[in-house]
């Protein structure tokens, strides 16, 4: 049988795992990130990945730097033929590149060549996509740009955020793996060079790209607050306090107001003018030091306050 080595670190990877072990293939060893610190306590959590592994008794390998040659010769100790990485993390050297005999392979989650790093759910959803999908392709040394072997696109609804496309890919990476490897396992696959001038890149999301530009038309705004939730979720100001921003809708505007102002507060939402005829309403926020709460509750408590005209994203201040 054909050993795999599996590296894989959130959740994304998990149904990639879980595929090749409904499909029988023999994992023999799951490589994934170092438990990290979470929560007030600190406590070290394991990576979804490990804790998947762990259920079926594989071993797992947790290297700080996998280019270093003692961490990645643990993982060329399990003789692997091939490995398969989805969402690790790291970048792999080359002596692990070439080592095995059918290559490493990666699942990622764009339609390469367009999204490379990261983040591209993310980014797909926030450039106001209608369309991405999974990539298969053998890894390179360059980041994300090596030959494609299989390719599946998965529609973006309006209504999509990272959270429920992160799972619809997901899902479509673990089909598509399982229905790539027989054809490579026997040669089948003719790769295809990515067009490189048709590159595009989506590096992890960085802190001040949570932060909500009013000045953006609503519909960019829309594909901002959606593209960011669950994770890490998108923000604006208060008379200088964080409002986190869980939820919004677009609604048509009743004025063409400085952005940022606050239109109307109605029953089931705060609405901010944009950089458009298109408004936002907020329908659920978390204040700073405050629960995840629905607009409506916010407003029948702390946000009691708030009158029409206010500005958000800068000191409390009237239009």
């Known amino acids: 049988m054909t050993n795999i080595v599996f590296m894989g670190?959130?959740?994304?990877?998990?149904?990639?795992?879980?595929?090749l072990l409904d499909d029988g293939y023999r994992v023999v060893a799951v490589v994934t990130q170092p438990d990290k610190p979470k929560g007030r306590k600190r406590e070290l959590v394991p990576p979804p990945v490990k804790v998947e592994a762990q259920k079926h008794g594989i071993p797992v390998l947790q290297p700080t730097k996998i280019r270093e040659p003692e961490q990645y010769e643990q993982v060329l100790a399990f003789a692997p033929d091939l490995i398969v990485t989805a969402a690790f993390g790291q970048i792999l050297p080359k002596a692990l590149l070439d080592a095995p005999k059918y290559g490493c392979i990666n699942v990622h989650a764009s339609l390469l060549p367009e999204l490379r790093g990261g983040a591209p759910i993310h980014y797909a959803i926030w450039q106001g996509k209608t369309k991405t999908g999974v990539t298969i392709m053998y890894m390179a040394e360059k980041l994300d740009a090596g030959d494609m072997l299989t390719q599946v696109e998965v529609p973006i609804e309006e209504t999509d955020t990272v959270g429920?496309?992160?799972?619809?890919?997901?899902?479509?990476?673990?089909?598509?793996?399982?229905?790539?490897?027989?054809?490579?396992?026997?040669?089948?696959?003719?790769?295809?060079?990515?067009e490189e001038e048709k590159a595009t890149y989506a590096p992890n999301i960085r802190r001040e790209q949570e932060r909500i530009d009013w000045a953006q038309p609503g519909e960019a705004i829309y594909n901002h607050i959606r593209a960011f939730h669950p994770w890490p979720v998108t923000y604006t100001t208060y008379d200088g306090n964080v409002w986190k921003i869980w939820w919004g809708e677009k609604?048509?505007?009743?004025?063409?107001?400085?952005?940022?102002?606050?239109?109307?507060?109605?029953?089931?939402?705060?609405?901010?003018?944009?950089?458009?005829?298109?408004?936002?309403?907020?329908?659920?926020?978390?204040p700073a030091g405050k629960k995840r709460m629905a607009a409506s509750e916010f407003l029948r408590g702390a946000g009691s306050r708030l009158a029409v005209g206010t500005k958000l994203g800068e000191n409390n201040e009237r239009t």
Do not use: M, Y
């Open 251 to 286: 609604v048509p505007a009743p004025s063409l107001a400085s952005p940022g102002t606050i239109l109307s507060l109605e029953e089931d939402g705060i609405v901010v003018a944009t950089g458009s005829e298109t408004a936002i309403k907020i329908t659920e926020l978390q």
């Open 164 to 194: 429920t496309l992160h799972d619809k890919l997901s899902a479509a990476g673990a089909k598509l793996l399982s229905e790539t490897l027989p054809l490579l396992l026997e040669g089948n696959l003719a790769p295809i060079p990515q």
């Open 9 to 19: 670190t959130p959740d994304f990877a998990v149904p990639v795992l879980r595929q």
